[in-house]
């Protein structure tokens, strides 16, 4: 038997990491662009009913003052943050998948699930901060500066039609979307 430093001992049992989450060894089938998309419009779908409770909280709390074409702005604020404060549990829920499973509901329903380039799973700044808050800011900051909202967002939807199906919030979270089967 040889010293040499990389000889093969015979006696060394055989060791392998078996966690699925850490084999980048080979590729993952991506998600096809329809299927993606279908699980975007079922996350926005869920949030429907809770968009129209929230418009109803609002009626309710505002009453009269909703008529009263003097308060426009104080019923457009009145209206949004009715909705907003009623969608905002299930987008945190939302936010809570992605960290932990690399799924949303719509993602979960249509058997996709987003990872790192590496295929190791997405944690929440990867998951949630790069690929949802980043673009959520330029977007939100962009219309207010101009416009140019719509231009991000446009770009970021065609971006899927490149050859690796990565959008612009995937490319800045250097995360794909791969399908489970």
Known sequence: MSNAPNALDPFTPPAANLDPRHSASYDLPLATRGSRFVAALLDGLVMV????????????????????????TGRAVGMI????????????YQWYLVAKRGQTLGKKWMRIQIVKMDNSPVNFVSGVVLRSWVLGLVLGL???TGGIGGLVGLIDSLAIFASDRRTLHDRIAGTKVISLG
């Open 142 to 144: 962009s219309n207010f």
């Open 49 to 72: 009913p809770l968009f129209i409770v929230g418009c109803v909280v609002a009626y309710l709390f505002m009453g009269n003052s909703l008529a009263d074409t003097s308060q426009s």
């Open 81 to 92: 943050t009715g909705m907003y404060v009623c969608v905002l549990p299930i987008v945190i």
